[in-house]
Structure formats: C-alpha cells, structure tokens
C-alpha cells in the first residue's frame, strides 16, 4: 500500500483519562500511531480495552468530566485538534472527520425525518448547499449504501426503521459531507450478512479510488481480513501490536494477538477444544506493575511482571509492546 506523504493523521503518546471517586482510570495510555491516504486502519481487542475511547478521542467527544485528555497530541493534517475548542472542532466534526457510531440510532434525532436530518446536516458542513442540492447529495448517498426505495425511507422517521437501516443511514450521513477521515466504530454489527458485504465492499471502494483513510473498530476477524490493510492490537489501554493485517494475522508477535486469533471459533472444532483467554482484563484504576496482559499470559517470565515493555519495531513496518517477541518466546 502506498503511504508516500505526510500522514493524514498523527496520533502521538495519546493519554484519556476518567475521574472516579477512587480514582483516575486512564482508558487510553500513551497511544500512538500513524494514519494515511488508502490506510483502512483495524483497531482489535477485547470490550474494554480501549477502542472505542480512541476513536471519541479523536474528535474530541470525551465528556469532560468525567473525562479528560491527560496528554499526547492529534494531529489531523498538521493541526493538533487538542488545541481547539468547541466552537473550532463544529468545523472538524463531520467534513475533516466523519464518524460512525456503534449504536446506529445515537446519530439520528427521534423527532425528525431522514430528510430533514439529511439536508440539515448538509448545509451545515456546506452553507452553498441549496435545500434542492442537498436533497439530491442525500438522495445519491442512500442509494449508494443499498436503499432502492430513497423516497420511501427519506420520508421515515428512525422509530420506524430497523436497526440495520439505521445504521447504513447513518453511514450514508458521514460519507455525504466527503469526509477527510472517516471511523467506524462496529458499522456492521447491526447488519445481515448480504448487507455487511455490501458495506464493506462500497468503504473498501471509497478508500481505493478517493484515497479516504478509514479507522474501523471492530471484533469481527472477518471484517479485519476483508477490508484492512493495517491492524492495531489493544489491550489494557496500551497498543500492544501494530502491523500490515497479513503479517499481523498470520504471523502475530504479541502474545494476546496470538490469543485473540486462537479465539476465534472452528465450526469444525469440539466444544472443549475452543480457546478462550483465561482470566479478566486489568483494573486499571490499578494496572499491573509490568506487562498489562502478563497476569493472563502462559509464557510470562520474571521481567514481564516487573517492567512495561517498549513499544518498538521488530521489522519493517511491525511494532510490537513485548518483552520476548524478538527472542522468539513468544511465538
């Protein structure tokens, strides 16, 4: 994949907090990676780990409080949108970063119609935009993402739409304003199969021929291999992972990635010979001392408990936070 050029986005020792009353819990610790043109970026790892924090994150919609930004920066095409404020990100929001929520109707306003949703999202990001013009964007971006009868569901209010429509609706909202970035926190967790395809295969397509650099959060090792050319490995609020998605698939280094893949389920394998990972994912109002997966790791050694690893390179283009990844220990 082509990655000439400055990155579109650069996220650099990213810290995001929140105040409990026996404590900060740091969600995201020092987080950092690089996102281009063509990138379709996989963030994976357990519920809790520290995804979908990231992605709020990176368009600043971390309530604060209880949230906070602790440290790190975010820089979205030069600018570190840490430094700005509200009033600054409404022009961030949606035309330089276009995001997909997980619950496909936290998008969509109960009182309204799609339509007026629609238009009104447009001309919001683009004031020349006449109502008619807007109508038509609308009208193109629903058919794009599967919807044959535009009028009728045009004419809806969400209540009476599936979840799935929902869903492809709001996706049709972000790629209307011709985003910059796009995220997609699980964008097809509410879909069937023939429509998850499709979905993917039109993200895919966009990326391709417009060059679109796309986040997606998701479980789904199938999506992973579908659309991503890169993946990220989360676990504990640290990346423990990061690599070209055949590399990281088929030859992982960290051992939670190797875990994480073992987990996915065989049709053909007995039920007492499915891999699970043993245990629970770490408090992190108090994390371990060392490695955050060391309490849960079978190869752990002396130092994995007493020190956290360095976040380095083992090749080109792979980054891994483990203490015996280059020593072979934790194949």
């Known amino acids: 994949m082509e990655n000439a050029g400055q990155p579109v986005l650069k996220v650099r020792n990213l810290r995001t907090g929140f105040a409990t009353p026996a404590g900060t819990v740091v969600a995201v610790d020092n987080v950092s990676f690089d996102l281009h043109r063509n990138d379709v970026l996989a963030i994976i790892g357990e519920s ?33 949108i840490l430094q700005l ?36 999202t447009l001309m919001h990001h683009d004031p020349s935009l006449t109502r008619a013009a807007a109508l038509d964007v609308a009208t193109r971006s629903l058919q794009e993402v599967g919807f044959p009868d535009t009028a009728r569901v045009l004419a809806s209010y969400p209540h ?58 998701t479980h789904d090792m199938g ?31 960290h051992p939670y990635t190797q875990a994480l893949i073992r987990s996915i389920p065989d049709p053909d394998q007995a039920i007492e010979e499915i891999s699970f990972i043993k245990g629970e994912p770490p408090n992190l109002l108090s994390p371990p001392k060392g490695c955050r997966f060391a309490p849960r790791c079978d190869r752990a050694v002396a130092l994995c408990h007493a020190t956290v690893p360095e976040w380095r390179g083992i090749g080109e283009g792979r980054m891994v936070r483990c203490h015996l990844a280059e020593t072979g220990a934790a194949q």
């Open 48 to 80: 809790g780990s520290g995804k979908t924090v990231t992605a709020l994150s990176l368009i600043k919609l971390i309530s604060t409080p209880p949230g906070r930004y602790l440290g790190g920066s975010i820089e979205v095409e030069g600018t570190d």
């Open 85 to 120: 404020d509200e009033a600054a990100m409404e022009s961030v929001r949606g035309r330089q970063i276009g995001m997909i929520f997980q619950n496909p109707r936290a998008s969509l306003d109960p009182s309204f119609t799609i339509e007026f949703q629609l238009i009104e």
């Open 160 to 217: 009476q739409l599936s979840g799935g429509m929902c869903q492809r609706i709001g996706l049709a909202m972000v790629l209307a304003c011709d985003p910059k970035l796009l995220i997609a926190d699980e964008p097809t967790t509410a879909l069937d199969v023939g429509v998850q395809a499709k979905i993917l295969l039109l993200l895919k397509k966009r990326s391709r021929e417009t060059g679109l650099p796309i986040i997606i959060i």
């Open 223 to 253: 999506v992973v291999r579908a659309i991503a050319t890169r993946v990220l490995v989360m676990y504990g609020g640290h990346v423990q992972e990061e690599g070209e998605v055949d590399d990281v698939l088929s030859s992982p280094r």
